[in-house]
């Protein structure tokens, strides 16, 4: 598949430089503490990281880092949806993970980034400098554990990708996607159905291996079989949960 939202030219807005209003909402009341990196921490630590945020807003299309740059800058999702991914040189595009409200992105091995991050949507997330996040972790045993946590869940992620791309069926990466989603809600705390699609049908296709055709049949045929309803092109009702779980699962997983 050829990716045709090409980055090339610098086409893409930049936002990683940071958009911060002038009023900074305290850390103590953010919505997503419980469910995100800063779970768990004492009132002192909260303290230590609230010194060193920035808030950024980006809009949708909005890259907040790009492959190959320094990885100057840790992000904390507030609000909204982001697509990771990398781009081949023929322009072909892999998303490998989408991130929500809780989600922590620019944890990096070295020096740069090893992929692009795209708002989806609107988007609302803490910026730490990396120099000064480091320093806190040092000071912060709690937090740094936190950090060890959300490197094996990227992992355990990884893992699960890799499965998904290799070995399931279109019927199945479709079901296992659907899943997944209602399963990110809930930890949100929202409602396992009906899910919200803050990505278009390129996107997932870009994330599940599949032609957006395929993708498109394969919902039309989970719609035809009373599993989903499609109530519009950004949310589906999961209507027989335990069927979708049975086709995520393959022939001999039921």
Known sequence: M????????????????????AYEPPCGSCEVREIGICDALSSAEIARLEAIKTTTRLRPGDVILREGEPADHLFNVKKGAIKVYKLLADGRCQITSFLFP????????????????????????????????????????????????????????????????????????????????????VKRGEP?????????????SDYLGLTIETVSRVLTRLKKSGVIRILNPGRIDLLRPSALSDLAAGPGGA
């Open 102 to 185: 809780g989600d922590f992105l620019g944890l990096a091995h070295d020096q740069n980034y090893a992929f692009t991050a795209e708002a989806l949507t609107d988007v609302e997330a803490c910026r730490f400098a990396r120099t000064q996040y480091e320093a806190v972790v040092q000071a912060c045993p709690t937090l740094e554990r936190r950090l060890l946590a959300t490197a094996s869940n990227e992992l355990v992620a990884a893992q699960d990708q890799m499965l998904l791309l290799g070995r399931k069926s279109a019927t199945e990466k479709v079901a296992s996607f659907l899943l997944m989603l209602s399963k990110r809600a």
């Open 192 to 204: 396992a159905s009906p899910i919200t699609l803050p990505m278009k049908r390129a996107d997932i």
């Open 2 to 21: 050829r990716h045709e939202r090409s980055l090339a030219g610098g086409a893409k807005r930049r936002a990683s430089d940071g958009k911060s209003s």
